[in-house]
């Protein structure tokens, strides 16, 4: 042994970073710069700390204390940001509702985590009041307020009292910062517990993989309880940009922004990108500069890639990430600006290893499927008050992503499939991902979904849900055609419905909701049946 237990503690709390000692750090360093931005106003880096830090005195006030929960519920606000940093400075946890569920469901999601308080904005008071008799906790119900109420039962109103000195608290950089809930189609939400560690670390692989710095905006519209907007403001803040919070997918709003700042990653989901092209061509103006743009190339169409990023004269972000790993391990995938993709491969970041496993449990070789497991600093800390679950998902010290990739020859990850969706039909398995590929080749198609139906022969049998342009004449037939050249035969869709872009079921991020689908397509067949 080379030093003492002692010695070992003292020089952990001396290598130790969490969020609230970065908000002040940058009140110190860049007191007047901006690091949000919001609808009416903005809050410099000292306006941030300070108010955050008489919020935390409010909330020691209500009970709170290092451990305890937050839930709250709330719409991208400057409010909730100022929240989730009164919770740092506490050792708290803020758990974000998905105000996209109904009642019942939130109550399940609150009682998950026992909160000591459930916060919510003006506009969620109503399916808040709705959710609370659906819940066992004891929890206070309080409004969120805005920075300047003066109502008593507002953590906002009463923080005014309140010195800008945050309380005097040693905050653990493995203490679970925010919890996030898993949006899984099927069962039962899980709750993604996020630790200070894990967001440096993701800020790290971020700013070098993308090249960002402080002259960074970064635009938050997607919902605040996804990882993408809540980690990323955390992450613009550690290297020290702009975090432009805005309440919702809002395109005239978003291209305000791009003309106006740079901004380093700049998030858009699929089922987005066709309003955002036609905002751009309507401004018919230049933006300011964007470092990377999108999420999920496999999911959009070549053409819409090319069009999107020449007309932003910057890189698709060829990403795959998770609320539990975050946005690797493909942080530093770009595809060309104004080309057509051919080539969807994604390189592997060295912030995290990454292992390929076959189902027979041994390595997958090179251009065989297998389940992505991960490890390294990024990770999540596990599943909130889901013992079970979270030893099966670290089983072996790797996170199992439930996700299944082949590896290239020269290292890349070429994405396949979720493990959990798989169509076995005849004995042989079908990876939705090989078919929808193909027919987003096809000029007319925007959008693919491909799902399984139950078959008397085959067992299950792959069926394509396709979107084409406006005006396009493509049927069923062509399309069909159309992938004989490219799929063997028994990978072929057995049936093609195309359907209108606004017929596909989907979350609020915009990824569709693939078993919802499936359920679509079952009911067409047996009503013409």
Known sequence: MHWSPQARDLARAAGALTLDRVLANQAMIRPDAVAVEYIGGALTYTELHDASSRLASTLADEGVQPGDRIAVLSENTVELCVLLYAAAKLGATCAVLNW????????YCIDLVEPRLVCYSAARAELAELARPETTTAADFVPLGALDDTDDRSPFGRSSRYPSLPPNVYVDPESTLTIMYTSGTTGLPKAAAISHRALVARAGVMAAELRLSREDAFIGWAPMFHMVSTDYMFLTHLYGGKYVVLPG????????VLLRDRVGWFVLMPATITRIIDELRRRDAPVRGVRAVGAMADLVPPEQLATLTGLLGAP????????????????GALLTAGELPTDFAKEQTAFVDVALVAASGEPAEDGEVGELLMRGPTAFSGYWNDDGATRAVFA?????????FTRTEDGRLNFVSRSRYMIKSGGENIYPAE??????????VVEVVVVRRADDRWGEVPVAVVAVKDGATTGPEHLGEFCVEYLASYKRPKEIQVRALEEFPRNVTGKVLREELEVIVADRREASA
């Open 435 to 444: 078919i929808e590929r193909v027919l987003m080749q096809h000029p007319d």
């Open 249 to 256: 997918f809002d395109p005239e709003a978003i291209v305000d």
């Open 316 to 331: 698709y972000f060829n990403s795959f990430g998770s609320t539990e790993m975050g946005t690797v391990p493909s942080a």
């Open 396 to 404: 072996g010290g790797w996170y199992h992503s439930g996700d299944l």
């Open 100 to 107: 996209r569920l109904f009642p019942h469901e939130l109550g």
